[in-house]
């Protein structure tokens, strides 16, 4: 099983206060995906990151690919108590399509 | 648009108990998957599809069965629920395409007692 680990487990900051996560892996993938979970819900895609040193911006929030592509951050400016949310990353592990998760990061931004 | 649907969003069952967890998509993807989550363990894959009547196992499928008569639904069973089995179970669907993008139902919480 090739593990993702995301850091940290837990985050609680203040409305305003910027961020970042982080998915770590020991072996090197073709593609990652970033996904945010609400209380109650499935998760949902917000970006797909494929090559090496890649950067994408979704408003507020900007994805970062490693130039090794074993790692990806997620950094959000000025956080809202709308962004509060289990934030996952994925990674293709095998030729039939399957996904493997991290474990997460829970964040919660307090207003 | 409905998107993957799930039913149902809560069950309790006792242990021994079989039930059935349904999930549908009217997306017309052919790859659909379930999956379930613990607490600090993200998800875990427990069985997929790649197409009508085909069925393989992921990570976790022990105690679990699948089929797939249709593109559209994919049930999981539990022929005999253990308390070790609750979870919260969600089903996925995808397009067979490069990216892999997939799109999740908002998930059964299931309590074995």
């Known amino acids: 099983t090739q593990l993702l680990e995301q850091s940290p487990q837990f985050l609680s900051i203040q409305e305003g206060e910027n961020l970042t996560v982080y998915c770590n892996s020991s072996s090197v993938f073709s593609s990652l995906q970033w996904y945010r979970q609400e209380p109650g819900e499935g998760p949902v895609l917000l970006v797909t990151?494929?090559?090496?040193?890649e950067v994408k911006k979704l408003k507020r929030l900007t994805f970062q690919f490693g130039d090794a592509r074993k790692d990806s951050s997620l950094h959000i400016t000025a956080a809202q108590p709308g962004d509060t949310g289990l934030y996952l990353c994925a990674r293709d592990s095998g030729s039939a399509r399957q996904l493997t998760f991290g474990s997460g990061t829970q964040l919660t931004v307090l207003p | 648009n409905a998107g993957v649907t799930q039913t149902p969003k809560f069950q309790v069952l006792k242990t021994g108990q079989s039930m059935t967890l349904q999930c549908a998509q009217d997306m017309n993807h052919e790859y659909m998957s379930w999956y379930r989550q613990d607490p600090g363990m993200g998800l875990r894959l427990i069985h997929y599809s790649v197409g009508a009547g085909i069925t393989d196992q992921g990570e976790v499928p022990n105690g679990y069965n699948v089929s797939r008569s249709t593109t559209e639904d994919f049930p999981l069973r539990l022929l005999s629920a253990a308390p070790s089995q609750t979870s919260v179970y969600f089903c996925?669907?995808?397009?067979?395409?490069?990216?892999?993008?997939?799109?999740f139902g908002a998930g059964t919480r299931l309590s074995v007692l």
């Open positions: 990151v494929v090559t090496g040193g």
């Open positions: 996925a669907s995808s397009y067979i395409g490069a990216l892999n993008i997939q799109y």
